[in-house]
C-alpha cells in the first residue's frame, strides 16, 4: 500500500503559476513510477506528467512547455511546476503511483482552479 499527501493546489489567475507536491509513504520502495493526472468536471481523467525511477518522463500534450515535473531529494516525492496556466487546467490533480510488477495507487487529488 501507498499513502500520499498532496498539496499545492489553489486559486489563481490565467497565466499565473501554481506548485504541486507529493510525498508517498509505505512500500515506497516498490515504486517505480510518479506522476500526476488530473480530471476536469465531466471530463476523463488524463495524464499531466509522470516521472520513472530512471528519470525518463512523459508529458500530456495540453500541458507540455508549461508544465514540469521533477523528483524531490527522495525518490518517493515529486513536484509539478505549472507555469502559464489556463482556464481549461481547472481540474483535481492526482498525484499517483505505479509499482514495477504493477498496480497504481492514488492519492486524494489536490484542486487546481484558473480563472480568466
Known amino acids: 500500500q501507498v499513502q500520499f499527501v498532496e498539496s499545492g493546489g489553489g486559486s489563481v489567475q490565467a497565466g499565473g503559476s501554481l506548485r504541486l507536491s507529493c510525498v508517498a509513504s509505505g512500500m515506497v520502495d516498490r515504486i517505480y513510477v510518479m506522476g500526476w493526472y488530473r480530471q476536469a468536471p465531466g471530463k476523463q481523467l488524463e495524464l499531466a506528467a509522470i516521472i520513472r525511477k530512471d528519470e525518463w518522463i512523459n508529458y500530456g500534450d495540453s500541458v507540455k512547455g508549461r508544465f514540469t515535473i521533477a523528483r524531490g531529494d527522495a525518490d518517493h516525492t515529486v513536484y509539478l511546476q505549472m507555469n502559464n496556466l489556463k482556464p481549461e487546467d481547472t481540474a483535481r490533480y492526482y498525484c499517483?503511483?505505479?509499482?514495477?510488477?504493477?498496480?497504481?495507487?492514488w492519492g486524494q487529488g489536490t484542486q487546481v482552479s484558473v480563472e480568466s
Open positions: 499517483s503511483a505505479d509499482f514495477r510488477e504493477g498496480g497504481r495507487y
